[in-house]
Nanobody
Framework: QVQLVESGGGLVQPGGSLRLSCAAP????????IGWFRQAPGKEREGVSC????????YYADSVKGRFTISRDNPYDKIYLQMDDLKPEDTAVYYC???????????????WGKGTLVTVSS
């Protein structure tokens, strides 16, 4: 059972940056597509970004294109989501997801972390 652990959330002012990390202690993640999803209060969960397990290609939701960057750090088996120019509407719980399918799927794969809260507010 893959157990995902997110870190890096917190409170940031509009225009600021945060970097989220996702790891799975004891597991290698290079065989999984890794996605970041978020859920704001009163809203449905949405896919934010994903990095493929086959060719490293990436997916970004339109709302974060040009501001968020997903990457893999293979030696340390971590996946990062660099979030720049944050906006109040980015406030949500962010979840890491691992999918045995090689590319992004809106529903994500079977494995989910517990989430990390990102709050963008002045």
């Amino acid at each position: 059972q893959v157990q995902l652990v997110e870190s890096g959330g917190g409170l940031v002012q509009p225009g600021g940056s945060l970097r989220l990390s996702c790891a799975a202690p004891g597991f290698t993640l290079d065989a999984y597509a890794i996605g970041w999803f978020r859920q704001a209060p009163g809203k449905e969960r949405e896919g934010v970004s994903c990095i493929s397990s086959s060719d490293g290609s990436t997916y970004y939701a339109d709302s974060v294109k040009g501001r968020f960057t997903i990457s893999r750090d293979n030696p340390y088996d971590k996946i990062y989501l660099q979030m720049d120019d944050l906006k109040p509407e980015d406030t949500a719980v962010y979840y890491c997801n691992a999918d045995t399918f090689s590319d992004y799927r809106p529903e994500g794969g079977a494995y989910w972390g517990k989430g990390t809260l990102v709050t963008v507010s002045s």
